[in-house]
């Protein structure tokens, strides 16, 4: 559908505030927390429930004013496939879809949530796939940021450290612990604005803009 707006009539009083479009742009992938899986409902069998709007990434990006889109499937990791016969995070991060390659030459910053479906899988290899990740994006795209996030169930959280300390002296590979014990099954928009949105907005100022602490809590 397209809506073409020919006029607008306001107050004498009112004003009409220029419109701008953020200057950054952001890239969303993971699983089901980046897809909005129950973000509006407990329902979780009912897919009424689901809104990426509601999504971690989608609400990052716009507490930080980014322009953000988000590419989640349920269900996958690195080393499995998620609903609908998506593919596994290895191939879906490179590919929209079947042999159209995904574009990340707009995108300034990628970030990821990724690990709570790979529960299965060694530290050893969700490390080498995680690392492979970074060095295809860090050759591809040297100037885009990279940020990672832990999933909220802390799975694969020592890996995703061992990454960090692998990459810690790349300043565009950044890594924030988002683990949230209170959190019972896939977050809710309510879980999100009760206790995960402050802190994730608080780490994501203070990593990417490189804010101190007293910077970051009036901001």
């Known amino acids: 559908n397209v809506i073409i707006l020919k006029s607008i009539t306001i107050d004498d009083s009112a004003s009409i505030l220029e419109t701008i479009q953020p200057e950054t742009t952001m890239l969303c992938i993971g699983a089901s927390f980046t897809e909005g899986y129950g973000t509006v409902g ?34 996958s990791g690195f080393s499995k496939g998620g609903s609908g016969d998506s593919p596994s995070v290895r191939i879906s991060y490179k590919y929209m879809d079947a042999d159209i390659p995904r574009d990340f030459r707009d995108i300034d910053i990628a970030a990821f ?52 300390e692998k990459y810690a002296d790349d300043a565009k590979v950044i890594y924030i612990e988002t683990i949230y014990p209170q959190l019972v099954g896939h977050p809710t928009i ?6 995960i949105l402050p802190d ?13 602490n007293d910077a970051v809590n009036t901001v």
């Not at 885009?144 to 061992?162: E, I, V, Y």
């Not at 309510?190 to 206790?195: E, V």
């Open 42 to 75: 407990i329902e979780h069998s009912d897919f009424k429930a689901n809104d990426t709007t509601c999504s971690w990434g989608a609400l990052l990006g716009t507490s930080l004013g980014f322009n953000v889109a988000t590419s989640g499937y349920a269900g």
């Open 113 to 164: 949530n990724i690990g709570s479906n790979d529960g299965d899988m060694s530290s050893e290899d969700f490390i080498a796939a995680a690392s492979e990740m970074i060095d295809d994006l860090r050759t591809r795209y040297p100037d885009m940021l990279l940020l990672f996030t832990t999933p909220f169930w802390g799975t694969h959280q020592s890996s995703w450290l061992a990454v960090s």
């Open 190 to 195: 309510s879980n999100y604005r009760q206790y």
């Open 200 to 212: 994730l907005v608080k780490k994501a100022k203070k990593s990417l803009f490189c804010l101190n």
